[in-house]
């Protein structure tokens, strides 16, 4: 894809991504999260990937007087290879805002965009399907906190047991010992033991997922910053452009005429 020029764009709302320019966001077959070569779940559904193509060209595009007003989440994403990257890339007056022109306020979106009254439904992103993936997706996260509370619970049940038993058999003196002992040393043997390790070891990794994932959750809908912008090279933000891609320099105030 090469000598491509975007302009005079106006995009009002967008509920994803007002500009998309990488590999294609798809689905081609029953699984709609799966990455052909990047997944329509990416990036809110969690373990989903979009990756740029290696065998895909892009070079010398420019996108001029686009204007995105009020988007539901991030202005977008710039992907590609980074064995292969984008090749000169200009956003010219490309402007982000919250708010929306007030002559459009009270015009009726259906009349200004025809295409708002003609559903698209593709059947490998049918809702059903959509929703049978993140419930499934939620019973396996609470599968996996049951498990680490259950090994928890046992763990201490056992311990705890296994404590009762050693002490009912031991003689006064040395019964008195061990509690002083175990006073001093805070159950260090419970502690230590391989089960709790692996118990601690898995609710750090659950709980690193969550936070990855809310991470995730938050720069999807920053307007403020694109949420991915890789694989470019020489990529230039001229004019009013706001915000600026990350990985684009930053020449705004001039102009590419």
């Known amino acids: 894809v090469e000598n491509i020029l975007f302009e005079n764009i106006t ?15 798809q689905s081609i077959n029953g699984n709609p999260c799966k990455a052909n070569p990047c997944s329509l779940c ?3 559904v969690p373990f989903t990937t979009c990756k740029g193509i290696q065998e895909s060209k892009y070079r010398n ?8 007003y009020h988007p539901l989440g991030s202005p977008g994403v710039i992907l590609a ?68 509370g259950f090994a928890f619970i046992s ?11 050693a002490v009912s058999q031991e003689p006064l003196l040395q019964q008195r010992e061990a509690n002083m002992a175990a006073g001093a040393g805070g159950g260090g ?10 118990v601690i070891v898995a609710s750090v990794v659950v709980a690193a997922v969550v936070q990855k994932e809310m991470k995730i959750s938050e ?31 930053d020449e705004t105030g001039q102009s590419t005429e």
């Open 81 to 148: 290879d980074e064995s292969n990257p984008i090749e000169n890339i200009t956003f010219d007056n490309v402007v982000v805002s919250n708010d929306i022109p007030s002559q459009f306020k009270n015009v009726e979106r259906s009349k200004m965009f025809a295409g708002l009254n003609e559903p698209i439904q593709d059947s490998y992103t049918h809702p059903v399907k959509v929703w049978l993936y993140v419930i499934g997706f939620c019973i396996l996260i609470v599968g996996l906190v049951w498990l680490v």
């Open 219 to 249: 720069e999807t809908y920053n307007v403020q910053n694109y949420f991915s912008c890789e694989g470019v090279m020489n990529g230039v933000a001229t004019g009013n452009t706001w915000p600026v891609p990350s990985c684009f320099a």
């Open 61 to 68: 595009i420019t996108l001029r007087d686009i204007y995105i």
């Open 189 to 198: 043997s419970f502690f230590a033991s391989k089960k709790m390790i692996a």
């Open 42 to 44: 990416w990036p809110t």
């Open 11 to 25: 995009i009002f709302e967008p509920q994803q991504w007002g500009i998309w320019i990488g590999p294609a966001q």
């Open 155 to 165: 763990i201490v049940r056992r311990t705890s047991r296994s404590g009762e038993s």
